[in-house]
């Protein structure tokens, strides 16, 4: 699954190419037919390989969708119209270094805000910060970052006003300190544009694995999914390009 998720490859091709290196190891070992690695990786259990972090994470969360390859053309097969390709949503958090140190693969219409609770338990160890877009803005978001003692850096929604409840206290200071300097130079002074990290993580993802699920079951789908992630933190720790500022404007 990890070659065939890597290379972006079909599964008769990822015969081939596991056959081939058996060849060059000199190993006498036969690979399984494309249907049953197909079969199979819908039932494998796939986990999020949990990376150490010895100190409080700042984390930042977001959602992007991935299409389903053939998803229109099988509709259409099936039912004899017009199909509408599908697509589901892949929900990660990461710290500010990339690594992604939460994942989940949901159905389209669950809503952004609804799995972050779910991440923040896969993160082991303390959260000093969430950052996330104001698609997190909810009740829920707030209460499970108060649980664990993280600080918040959402973008009130622009007719919040201050409601004076122990659960938006963070949430309340923000709104006021918007209404002081206006909301540009908040994000600015509260660090939020550190959502791009969050932001850059998609756009690697996608570069790499490109931005459509080969798989069909949902389990294979999120299996696919969490393989790519796994060989995102892996290639991140193997090096990250570093940038450095030779001059100023």
Not at 102 to 111: I, M, N, P, S
Not at 180 to 194: L, S, T
Not at 228 to 242: D, K, T, V
Request: charged share 30%.
């Amino acid at each position: 699954l990890t070659l065939r998720v890597l290379y972006r490859l079909p599964w008769r091709q990822t015969v081939g190419l596991l056959r081939s290196i058996f060849k060059l190891l000199g190993l006498e070992l036969s690979a399984p037919d494309h249907t049953t690695l197909s079969r199979r990786a819908g039932g494998l259990q796939v986990e999020r390989r949990r990376l150490p972090t010895s100190e409080p994470v700042h984390l930042i969360v977001d959602a992007t969708g991935l299409g389903i390859v053939g998803q229109g053309q099988w509709a259409a097969a099936k039912w004899g119209e017009r199909g509408r390709r599908g697509w589901r949503k892949l929900h990660i958090a990461v710290d500010e270094s990339g690594r992604v140190l939460a994942a989940e693969l949901t159905d389209r219409r669950v809503a952004d805000a609804e799995m972050l609770p779910g991440l923040m338990d896969q993160v082991v160890g303390p959260i000093r910060r969430l950052t996330a877009d104001g698609g997190y803005d909810t009740r829920e978001v707030h209460a499970a970052a108060g649980a664990r003692g993280a600080s918040v850096v959402i973008p009130p929604r622009r007719d919040a006003v201050v409601t004076g409840e122990p659960v938006f206290e963070q949430r309340d200071t923000h709104v006021e300190r918007i209404a002081e300097i206006g909301r540009r130079r908040w994000r600015v002074e509260a660090g939020q544009h550190a959502q791009a990290r969050a932001e850059n993580t998609f756009s690697r993802y996608k570069r790499l694995f490109g931005g459509r699920l080969r798989a069909r079951g949902e389990m294979a789908q999120r299996n696919e999914a969490l393989t790519a992630c796994n060989i995102l933190n892996r290639m991140s720790e193997l090096g990250m390009p570093r940038s450095e500022r030779i001059a100023t404007a």
